[in-house]
């Protein structure tokens, strides 16, 4: 049964369903800078319910290929039907959504209406019955720092009067996402300055994404995934090991390597090596006649071009990245598996920064690059990251091919794979952990890394990540 505070809101907007286009209009630069963030969030062509769809706007501008609207106010959803004949809309409590009971969406709404909710467990409950383990939620709502504003702003006539709402903070919801079985993916804030004046609200907002200044911006986003069960069944696992010049490396790396999964394939990627290195694998592909060992001679140049190259060839359901060198143990390679067949985590990054690492294994001046950029991309992406730069990275196959689909959104000028696959992973929303290495000295050859030349290269991906990830 509809609680009394719900009926009053929905009488609330019945009253307000006649100007709402005005004070849209009006309100312009935040709903249009909303209606194209969460089109970035969401993508296009999926299955999407949005809860609270109001006259139906926002739906719409996401571009479903299905798209359910639920709204408590039935003059709102006569308005949306109006407006969006394609699309569905219809009169309900967002506290129970049986009416959808066997449907399942790829991305589900609640933009601006967390805060008039009765009950936002139950709310997010029913949720969880729509969604399947790729699904994902994104919630926005306002900041609770500008309550005293928006509350003037409603009084002083420049802002839609709204009945009275909840002020959660992104801890509160942090703490009801966990309750409910989803866990948070990202983070971010936008709109410092909600208000349209030509050239200088976009100047404005632009510093506003910037790390600390944003605590104070007005909207919060955030995108979470439903908990799923584990997997039961054993997944298949292709590790890719791009090398060059890295000969003394090869037979080590194969016998060294732990059985997991069931079963595993080794693609060398060699980038024109040099020292036989070449001749070395097909030796220990010979003397080791019971792996999967592949051998791909690279195309291009860099690692990454080579870790594409061999991802597009991987038979496996698990895709990883070893490096030759062997600075990160093939040991340590089970814990990533494990982590990912345990719904862990879509997505895997190695961390070499949190245990001591043996003399020479990382100098000075890369150590504290390594930890700048880890900040730099912590705030870019919205999750965090303490190592970006360490080489071994794994995701599902499924999603890798769905990122490389999509490469052409950030181009392809990552000579290394680390930041194709971070930015990639980070536009799909999918979860991000990192699991602690053990970083080792090399023990044969000479590291591939220019420290300068590539550190020039990291600064203009972090320039332009920014235009990608924080601007759209």
Same mark, same amino acid.
Request: glycine share 6%.
């Given at each position: 049964?509809?609680?009394?505070? !719900?009926?009053?809101?929905?009488?609330?907007?019945?009253?307000?369903?006649?100007?709402?286009?005005?004070?849209?209009?009006?309100?312009?630069?935040?709903?249009?800078?909303?209606?194209?963030?969460?089109?970035?969030?969401?993508?296009?062509? *999926?299955?999407?319910?949005?809860?609270?769809?109001?006259?139906?706007?926002?739906?719409?501008?996401?571009?479903?290929?299905?798209?359910?609207?639920?709204?408590?106010?039935?003059?709102?959803?006569?308005?949306?039907?109006?407006? $969006?004949?394609?699309?569905?809309?219809?009169?309900?409590?967002?506290?129970?959504?049986?009416?959808?009971?066997?449907?399942?969406?790829?991305?589900?709404?609640?933009?601006?209406?967390?805060?008039?909710?009765?009950?936002?467990?139950?709310?997010?409950?029913?949720?969880?019955?729509?969604?399947?383990?790729?699904?994902?939620?994104?919630?926005?709502?306002?900041?609770?720092?500008? &309550?005293?504003?928006?509350?003037?702003?409603?009084?002083?006539?420049?802002?839609?009067?709204?009945?009275?709402?909840?002020?959660?903070?992104? #801890?509160?919801?942090?703490?009801?996402?966990?309750?409910?079985?989803?866990?948070?993916?990202?983070?971010?804030?936008?709109?410092?300055?909600?208000?349209?004046?030509?050239?200088?609200?976009?100047?404005?907002?632009?510093?506003?994404?910037?790390?600390?200044?944003?605590?104070?911006?007005?909207?919060?986003?955030?995108?979470?995934?439903?908990?799923?069960?584990?997997?039961?069944?054993?997944?298949?696992?292709?590790?890719?090991?791009?090398?060059?010049? &890295?000969?003394?490396?090869?037979?080590?790396?194969?016998?060294?390597?732990?059985?997991?999964?069931?079963?595993?394939?080794? %693609?060398?990627? #060699?980038?024109?090596?040099?020292?036989?290195?070449?001749?070395?694998?097909?030796?220990?592909?010979?003397?080791?006649?019971?792996?999967?060992?592949?051998?791909?001679?690279?195309?291009?140049?860099?690692?990454?071009?080579?870790?594409?190259?061999?991802?597009?060839?991987?038979?496996?359901?698990?895709?990883?990245?070893?490096?030759?060198?062997? !600075?990160?143990?093939?040991?340590?390679?089970?814990?990533?598996?494990?982590?990912?067949?345990?719904?862990?985590?879509?997505?895997?990054?190695?961390?070499?920064?949190?245990?001591?690492?043996?003399?020479?294994?990382?100098?000075?001046?890369?150590?504290?690059?390594?930890?700048?950029?880890?900040?730099?991309?912590?705030?870019?992406?919205?999750?965090?990251?303490?190592? !970006?730069?360490?080489?071994?990275?794994?995701?599902?196959?499924? #999603?890798?091919?769905?990122?490389?689909?999509?490469?052409?959104?950030?181009?392809?000028? #990552?000579?290394?794979?680390?930041?194709?696959?971070?930015?990639?992973?980070?536009?799909?929303?999918?979860?991000?952990?990192?699991?602690?290495?053990?970083?080792?000295?090399?023990? $044969?050859? &000479?590291?591939? %890394?220019?420290?300068? *030349?590539?550190?020039?290269?990291?600064?203009?991906?972090? %320039?332009?990540?920014?235009?990608?990830?924080?601007?759209?």
């Amino acid at each position: 049964m509809t609680s009394t505070h !719900t009926q009053r809101i929905a009488a609330w907007y019945d009253r307000s369903a006649s100007q709402v286009l005005r004070w849209r209009q009006r309100n312009h630069y935040y709903h249009d800078d909303v209606c194209r963030y969460v089109s970035y969030l969401c993508g296009s062509n *999926r299955r999407v319910l949005e809860l609270g769809s109001g006259t139906g706007d926002l739906l719409a501008a996401v571009q479903p290929a299905y798209g359910v609207g639920i709204d408590i106010s039935g003059a709102m959803v006569k308005q949306a039907q109006q407006k $969006y004949p394609a699309l569905h809309f219809r009169q309900g409590d967002a506290h129970d959504l049986t009416s959808l009971e066997g449907e399942e969406f790829d991305v589900i709404i609640l933009s601006d209406v967390i805060g008039f909710l009765d009950d936002v467990q139950t709310c997010l409950e029913q949720v969880h019955r729509l969604c399947k383990p790729q699904t994902r939620l994104i919630i926005t709502n306002y900041n609770f720092l500008w &309550e005293p504003v928006l509350v003037l702003g409603e009084k002083t006539g420049l802002k839609m009067p709204n009945p009275q709402q909840s002020w959660l903070a992104p #801890d509160d919801l942090r703490n009801l996402m966990a309750l409910t079985n989803f866990r948070v993916v990202k983070t971010e804030r936008r709109l410092l300055w909600p208000f349209y004046i030509p050239l200088l609200s976009g100047l404005i907002n632009h510093i506003g994404s910037l790390p600390g200044i944003n605590a104070a911006c007005l909207a919060n986003y955030m995108v979470a995934r439903p908990l799923a069960a584990s997997q039961t069944q054993a997944a298949s696992t292709t590790i890719v090991i791009p090398c060059r010049n &890295e000969r003394g490396n090869i037979a080590d790396a194969i016998s060294r390597m732990p059985a997991f999964g069931s079963h595993q394939e080794i %693609i060398f990627v #060699d980038g024109h090596s040099q020292d036989g290195t070449v001749d070395e694998i097909k030796r220990v592909m010979a003397a080791n006649p019971n792996h999967d060992i592949k051998l791909m001679i690279q195309e291009g140049r860099g690692k990454g071009d080579a870790v594409r190259m061999g991802f597009a060839a991987a038979h496996g359901d698990i895709l990883m990245i070893l490096d030759a060198d062997l !600075t990160v143990p093939p040991e340590d390679l089970p814990r990533f598996y494990q982590a990912m067949v345990q719904n862990k985590a879509e997505f895997l990054n190695g961390s070499r920064l949190v245990y001591p690492m043996e003399d020479q294994a990382m100098r000075l001046l890369n150590l504290l690059a390594n930890k700048i950029f880890a900040m730099t991309f912590s705030w870019l992406l919205g999750q965090r990251l303490k190592d !970006t730069l360490c080489g071994t990275k794994v995701l599902w196959r499924k #999603d890798y091919e769905k990122l490389a689909a999509n490469r052409t959104y950030f181009g392809d000028f #990552d000579p290394f794979g680390d930041f194709d696959l971070l930015f990639g992973a980070s536009k799909m929303n999918l979860q991000l952990l990192e699991i602690p290495i053990r970083y080792r000295a090399r023990t $044969y050859g &000479e590291t591939q %890394i220019s420290r300068f *030349r590539h550190g020039l290269l990291l600064l203009r991906m972090v %320039i332009y990540a920014w235009r990608k990830l924080k601007a759209p």
